[in-house]
């Protein structure tokens, strides 16, 4: 390939490196300690638009729950008169605290003051508050201070800087307030947002962090005065990475996103539990126990923390199936709470075929979601194992290790019993003779197949105006010109006949999709010229709002084992729509398998 080339390492998480946070690495460290080790917190999104749950003047309104005021474009005048109504009589701290301890949880981050502008606090600075313009008068974020310390879960507030519908000077009601030449913005921000935060971090004692939201507008300046005012007011707290800028004490993942390769940065991705925030009465579509629970060791084997919504009703109580479902987690993190409290990345930079992996110094988690019956063989340890178990208990598994001289690659074999321990995640502790080392190269699996991540690419480009990048799942996003492209070498212990298929992302929802290109993925010497066509779905339930498609490009012969590289270059992208090819991977399937 004879092209002028710059090579860039793909970073799974497109993060914008401009300012970097005032505070050093050790305070951060510091800062960040008991995150770290809480790998799982309950996000609660509650707010007056409980009250409508979905449906305005008799119609359902399409979108999330905590954005009917804004979807229905209900005046201010309108809206304000739902918190004459807002009496959640049936609210009981200790029972919101009891549900999140009882999931495993060990923080709580409630909406104070969502994009509706209406604190859920008593506020001094606005009267538009719970306290003030309702008829319950009680200040539920007091109540869930005590009752988050008697039960020893951390407190934390999700607060909107920037959009705030009920202020002339606040970001996103353009129906009331249509004339953008009049807005002040930085008077909302020194009157409203200053003195709220302030309030939020003197009245309800220690607060584990900030949940800045939708940062939009918002100055350089204008972010570093919020994240400084939190961290003068209490050093301890952190601040959400949404609160713009890059100043964030940790990354926060785009909603319901899960990045598919290892996080370079401390994470967290908040996740709905149906399809909303705020509460719907129509929304039913919950995710089940083992989809959450898989999410959870994707979430923890990529270094990140997970963060669960609960959207309570009017009255105050968070939804029966939520609690159901919490519960049954909370079931299984009992037995299995040691592979996700405290622990690190997957040592391996992708992910295995049939589950994930987390660490501790020391040990390896395997948390398999495809149980393979009475055998299961991972390729890649180089450490000694010195012992295998079960986290559901029973003696040792017995294991056999072996490295092949001719191909280098090392073998562990456990036997395993032929039934899965658990049907969601069965977790095989691992524990090494001194250090964890593994290769951590692309191989072939098990399973006998190849995936080649996008993520784990080398992206090369001739164009002058290269712009292919990573979403913050690791999926290729604006890839709109054939004169970048990408490369991977890997570990082929099989030599045979392989269907070489490309798997590509749908937009949110499945909503949207653009097929139509043509590629050429060369392979050992060889081309495969194939269409970028839609030759049907792949279920996936670590994103399960973004559905895979899968292409067939063609078959290729191999026929030595050993390192092979591989480029994929696009000879004709369908930009129509400017998603371009939106890259996940390319696998090698043995043919007829
Ligand atoms: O607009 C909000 C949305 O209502 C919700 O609060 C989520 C939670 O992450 N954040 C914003 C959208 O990203």
Same mark, same amino acid.
């Given at each position: 390939?004879?092209?002028?080339?710059?090579?860039?390492?793909?970073?799974?998480?497109?993060?914008?490196?401009?300012?970097?946070?005032?505070?050093?690495?050790?305070?951060?460290?510091?800062?960040?300690?008991?995150?770290?080790?809480?790998?799982?917190?309950?996000?609660?999104?509650?707010?007056?638009?409980?009250?409508?749950?979905?449906?305005?003047?008799?119609?359902?309104?399409?979108?999330?729950?905590?954005?009917?005021?804004?979807?229905?474009?209900?005046?201010?005048?309108? =809206?304000?008169?739902?918190?004459?109504?807002?009496?959640?009589?049936?609210? !009981?701290?200790?029972? #919101?605290?009891?549900?999140?301890? !009882?999931?495993?949880?060990?923080?709580?981050?409630?909406? %104070?003051?969502?994009?509706?502008?209406?604190?859920?606090?008593?506020?001094?600075? %606005?009267?538009?508050?719970?306290?003030?313009?309702?008829? #319950?008068?009680?200040?539920?974020?007091?109540?869930?201070?005590?009752?988050?310390?008697?039960?020893?879960?951390?407190?934390?507030?999700?607060?909107?800087?920037?959009?705030?519908?009920?202020?002339?000077?606040?970001?996103?009601?353009?129906?009331?307030?249509?004339?953008?030449?009049?807005?002040? +913005?930085? @008077?909302?921000?020194?009157?409203?947002?200053?003195?709220?935060?302030?309030?939020?971090?003197?009245?309800?004692?220690?607060?584990?962090?900030?949940?800045?939201?939708?940062?939009?507008?918002?100055?350089?300046?204008?972010?570093?005065?919020?994240?400084?005012?939190?961290?003068?007011?209490?050093?301890?707290?952190?601040?959400?990475?949404?609160?713009?800028?890059? /100043?964030?004490? =940790?990354?926060?993942? $785009?909603?319901?996103?899960?990045?598919?390769?290892?996080?370079?940065?401390?994470?967290?991705?908040?996740?709905? &539990? !149906?399809?909303?925030?705020? +509460?719907? @009465?129509?929304?039913?579509?919950?995710?089940?126990?083992?989809?959450?629970?898989?999410?959870?060791?994707?979430?923890?084997?990529?270094?990140?923390?997970?963060?669960?919504?609960?959207?309570?009703?009017?009255?105050?109580?968070?939804?029966?199936? %939520?609690?159901?479902?919490?519960?049954?987690? $909370?079931?299984?993190?009992?037995? !299995?709470?040691?592979?996700?409290?405290?622990?690190?990345?997957?040592?391996?930079?992708?992910?295995?075929?049939?589950?994930?992996?987390?660490?501790?110094?020391?040990?390896?988690?395997?948390?398999? +979601?495809?149980?393979?019956?009475?055998?299961?063989?991972?390729?890649?340890?180089?450490?000694?194992? @010195?012992?295998?178990?079960?986290?559901?208990?029973?003696?040792?598994?017995?294991?056999?290790?072996?490295?092949?001289?001719?191909?280098?690659?090392?073998? &562990?074999?456990?036997?395993?019993?032929?039934?899965?321990?658990?049907?969601?995640?069965?977790?095989?502790?691992?524990?090494?003779?001194?250090?964890?080392?593994?290769?951590?190269?692309?191989?072939?699996?098990?399973?006998?197949?190849?995936?080649?991540?996008?993520?784990?690419?080398?992206?090369?480009?001739?164009?002058?105006?290269?712009?292919?990048? #990573?979403?913050?799942?690791?999926?290729?996003?604006?890839?709109?010109?054939?004169?970048?492209?990408?490369?991977?070498? +890997?570990? /082929?212990?099989?030599?045979?006949?392989?269907?070489?298929?490309?798997?590509?992302?749908?937009?949110?929802?499945?909503?949207?999709?653009?097929?139509?290109?043509?590629?050429?993925?060369?392979?050992?010497?060889?081309?495969?010229?194939?269409?970028?066509?839609?030759?049907?779905?792949?279920?996936?339930?670590?994103?399960?709002?973004?559905?895979?498609?899968?292409?067939?490009?063609?078959?290729?012969?191999?026929?030595?084992?050993?390192?092979?590289?591989?480029? &994929?270059?696009?000879?004709?992208?369908?930009?129509?729509?400017? #998603?371009?090819?939106? /890259?996940? %991977?390319?696998?090698?399937?043995?043919?007829?398998?």
């Amino acid at each position: 390939m004879n092209r002028a080339v710059t090579i860039l390492l793909a970073i799974p998480l497109a993060l914008p490196l401009l300012a970097q946070p005032a505070a050093t690495n050790t305070q951060r460290d510091q800062r960040l300690a008991w995150w770290r080790d809480a790998r799982f917190g309950m996000f609660i999104h509650w707010g007056l638009y409980a009250i409508p749950a979905g449906e305005w003047k008799g119609q359902p309104v399409p979108g999330l729950g905590e954005w009917i005021m804004n979807h229905a474009q209900i005046p201010v005048a309108e =809206y304000e008169q739902l918190a004459k109504q807002f009496n959640p009589v049936k609210f !009981n701290a200790d029972e #919101f605290v009891a549900v999140a301890k !009882n999931a495993g949880m060990k923080y709580i981050v409630i909406t %104070s003051k969502h994009h509706d502008g209406f604190a859920m606090f008593g506020s001094k600075v %606005s009267p538009y508050n719970i306290v003030d313009a309702t008829p #319950f008068h009680r200040d539920p974020l007091k109540e869930l201070s005590a009752a988050c310390q008697r039960a020893g879960l951390r407190l934390c507030f999700y607060y909107s800087q920037t959009q705030d519908w009920h202020e002339p000077d606040g970001v996103g009601n353009t129906w009331d307030f249509p004339d953008a030449s009049k807005q002040n +913005f930085q @008077k909302y921000y020194d009157e409203k947002v200053l003195p709220q935060v302030r309030e939020l971090l003197t009245n309800y004692g220690p607060i584990g962090l900030i949940w800045f939201d939708t940062p939009r507008n918002i100055t350089l300046e204008q972010s570093r005065q919020l994240a400084d005012l939190v961290h003068k007011l209490q050093p301890d707290c952190l601040v959400s990475g949404r609160v713009g800028h890059n /100043l964030g004490d =940790y990354d926060s993942a $785009g909603d319901n996103q899960i990045s598919v390769g290892k996080v370079k940065r401390d994470w967290e991705t908040p996740v709905t &539990l !149906n399809d909303t925030w705020g +509460f719907k @009465k129509d929304d039913h579509n919950w995710k089940s126990t083992t989809v959450l629970i898989r999410q959870m060791g994707q979430v923890a084997s990529r270094g990140g923390n997970y963060l669960l919504n609960v959207g309570p009703t009017a009255e105050g109580v968070i939804p029966q199936p %939520s609690v159901e479902r919490l519960a049954e987690v $909370g079931k299984w993190m009992k037995t !299995n709470g040691e592979s996700i409290y405290g622990t690190t990345a997957s040592p391996f930079p992708y992910e295995e075929p049939w589950g994930v992996i987390t660490a501790k110094p020391g040990k390896l988690y395997l948390h398999v +979601f495809q149980w393979p019956g009475k055998e299961f063989v991972v390729y890649g340890i180089e450490s000694k194992v @010195k012992q295998a178990r079960l986290l559901t208990g029973g003696a040792p598994l017995a294991l056999r290790q072996q490295h092949h001289a001719d191909s280098g690659l090392d073998e &562990l074999r456990i036997a395993t019993p032929a039934d899965a321990p658990d049907a969601s995640d069965s977790v095989i502790v691992l524990e090494m003779d001194g250090g964890v080392r593994v290769t951590t190269m692309l191989l072939q699996q098990p399973d006998h197949k190849v995936t080649l991540p996008a993520y784990l690419s080398e992206v090369h480009h001739t164009a002058a105006n290269a712009q292919l990048r #990573f979403d913050s799942r690791g999926v290729v996003e604006r890839w709109l010109d054939t004169g970048e492209w990408l490369s991977w070498d +890997f570990q /082929l212990s099989e030599p045979a006949r392989y269907d070489v298929v490309a798997i590509t992302s749908g937009q949110k929802y499945g909503k949207d999709w653009e097929g139509g290109h043509r590629v050429t993925v060369n392979i050992a010497g060889n081309d495969v010229r194939g269409l970028i066509g839609d030759d049907g779905k792949l279920d996936n339930p670590s994103n399960p709002y973004w559905p895979y498609v899968v292409s067939k490009l063609g078959t290729v012969e191999i026929t030595k084992a050993g390192k092979q590289h591989v480029t &994929l270059v696009p000879q004709q992208i369908v930009a129509a729509k400017k #998603f371009g090819l939106t /890259l996940v %991977s390319i696998q090698l399937v043995p043919k007829g398998s």
